[in-house]
Structures are given as C-alpha cells and as structure tokens.
C-alpha cells in the first residue's frame, strides 16, 4: 500500500508561479513511476506530467504545460511541480499518482485557481 499526501496550490494570480509537492509513505520501494493529473470543472481527468523512479528518471509532459511546469523528485518518496507562468486554464484539482507493478495510487487532490 502508497498513501500519498499533496500540498500547495490555493490561489494565484495569472503569470504568478506555485509548487505543488507530494509526499509519498508506506510501500514506496515498490513505485516505478509518479506524475500529476488535473482535473477542471466539467471536463476529463489529464496526465499533466509523469516521472519514471526507475535509473533512467525519465520525465513527460503535457502539450499544454511543456516549458512552463517542471516536475522534480526530491526523494524518493517526495515529488514537487514547479508551475511557472500560471493561466487561468490551469485551474483544476491536481492530483498526485503513485504506480507500482499492482496498481496506481491516488492523492485526494489540491485545488489550484488562477485569477486573471
């Protein structure tokens, strides 16, 4: 079992930045990969970024978000997203995932509103 804890985001205003960090607890050897998903008002569930534990520590980003968040471990049971340039269309509840061989885990999400 990975119980997963986020913390950050609240309110910004747009062109401000703000990290997002997520703190992993329990089986954490057992994780291969962790990212971040977001999810708007009335619309679907989206991978905002992955990143593999595995040696290689490789790293994906959404179209959408690709120059401007970066995501960044800080252990191996701490991850942060570091989201620069922030705009309105990034308001969402952003949620952090664990994937072990098993299964993938969810945080309860963290809100994230961007004001113009």
């Known amino acids: 079992q990975v119980q997963l804890v986020e913390s950050g985001g609240g309110l910004v205003q747009a062109g401000e930045s703000a990290t997002l960090s997520c703190a992993a607890s329990?089986?954490?050897?057992?994780?291969?990969?962790m990212g971040w998903y977001r999810q708007a008002l009335g619309k679907q569930r989206e991978l905002v970024a992955n990143i593999s534990l595995r040696r290689d520590g490789t790293r994906m980003y959404a179209d959408a978000v690709k120059g401007r968040f970066t995501f960044f471990r800080q252990s191996r049971s701490t991850v942060h997203l570091h989201m620069n340039d922030l705009n309105v269309d990034d308001t969402a509840v952003y949620f952090c995932?664990?994937?072990?061989?098993?299964?993938?885990?969810w945080g309860q999400g963290t809100q994230v509103t961007v004001s113009s």
């Open positions: 329990g089986s954490i050897f057992s994780i291969d990969n």
């Open positions: 995932t664990a994937a072990t061989v098993d299964r993938t885990y």
